[in-house]
């Protein structure tokens, strides 16, 4: 998918997670910050987004109390993952959004023939379609790769990435542009505050 004929760089993420946290990290990085494009900022782009994503269903409504829940979701996910970033931890303010998705969720379980348990958040509507993250990240929580999709340390940034490195230290989205950036303008600031750089 396209952005005004340029591709959309969460399309093909230099760090990208496994499949079940895919669709929150393509979620996350939905806007360039701090002053790029917003795939969510336009209703008819988003809806091909959300379509596109399986947050929300083809025929299913979308009004604009709906795309502002999305973009909320949106936030309250980037605070958790700022989190896991070794940045601060999400108040409750930054959660409430989440938690009303949660709140509302109708979660199913369901009992595979081979005996196996699954949960499903059923239906077409953008709420439910979000429920259906919180189960992700449920999951994810539980097998250990939650705390490795991490928002970028830059904080005018906070593209989300997956850490994969063998350390789990990671924390820029890309050091060559936020990473350099970053250490560029501590050195500065030290500089002018008199210290030898180290
Ligand atoms: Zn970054």
Redesign the pocket.
């Known amino acids: 998918m396209t952005v005004d004929g340029r591709a959309w760089p969460g399309d093909d993420e230099t760090k990208p997670a496994p499949p079940p946290l895919r669709r929150i990290q393509a979620l996350v990085n939905t806007v360039e910050r701090p002053d790029g494009a917003d795939r969510l900022a336009d209703p008819a782009d988003a809806r091909d987004w959300l379509v596109g994503n399986a947050l929300l269903a083809p025929h299913a409504r979308l009004d604009v109390a709906d795309l502002e829940l999305v973009v909320r979701v949106r936030e309250a996910v980037r605070a958790m993952l700022v989190g896991n970033g070794g940045g601060p931890r999400p108040t409750p303010a930054d959660l409430a959004p989440l938690r009303r998705v949660a709140e509302a969720a109708a979660v199913r379980a369901t009992l595979e023939s081979d005996g196996t348990v699954t949960l499903h958040a059923r239906g077409d509507d953008v709420t439910t379609r979000l429920a259906s993250l919180l189960l992700a990240i449920r999951d994810a929580q539980r097998d250990g790769t939650w705390a490795l999709l991490k928002a ?3 904080d ?4 989300a ?1 997956y850490d994969a490195s063998r350390n789990h230290g990671g924390m ?3 050091m060559a ?3 350099n950036k970053l250490k560029n303008r501590e050195f500065r600031a030290r500089r002018r505050a008199g210290r030898t750089p180290s």
């Open positions: 970028c340390g830059n005018e940034c906070r593209w990435f820029w989205c890309d542009s936020c990473g």
